[in-house]
């Protein structure tokens, strides 16, 4: 069993930046892990996915240039940095785990799922 653990959320102006960390505890190795969001009345949308290795890193065309997604697997920890934050950013951002998500824009296909931590940009 994997138990994931997000922070870093909060508040921040438009333009800001903030670092979500993930922190999971079990056993991840080989695992794909990644973060979703999800806004008020709008359906779970897929953010970025990195893979054990580090070799396959995916992100949704709107946070593209702006997000950036890394792990230290040593730490079982996975980090989302966000720079250049817009309001339409907001959203509960919830870390992924999974042996084999594909595709991982699916939220279904991920084992794992954390609590979620909110994110509130403000205009």
């Known amino acids: 069993q994997v138990q994931l653990v997000e922070s870093g959320g909060g508040l921040v102006q438009a333009g800001g930046s903030l670092r979500l960390s993930c922190a999971a505890s079990?056993?991840?190795?080989?695992?794909?892990m990644g973060w979703f969001r999800q806004a008020p009345r709008k359906e779970r949308e897929f953010v970025a996915s990195m893979s054990w290795s580090g070799i396959n890193i995916y992100y949704s065309d709107s946070v593209k240039g702006r997000f950036t997604i890394s792990r230290d697997n040593a730490k079982n920890t996975v980090f989302l940095q966000m720079n250049s934050l817009k309001p339409e950013d907001t959203a509960v951002y919830y870390c992924v785990a999974g042996a084999w998500a594909r595709p991982v824009t699916v939220a279904g296909t991920w084992d794992y799922w954390g609590q979620g931590t909110q994110v509130t940009v403000s205009s």
């Open positions: 079990g056993r991840t190795f080989s695992m794909s």
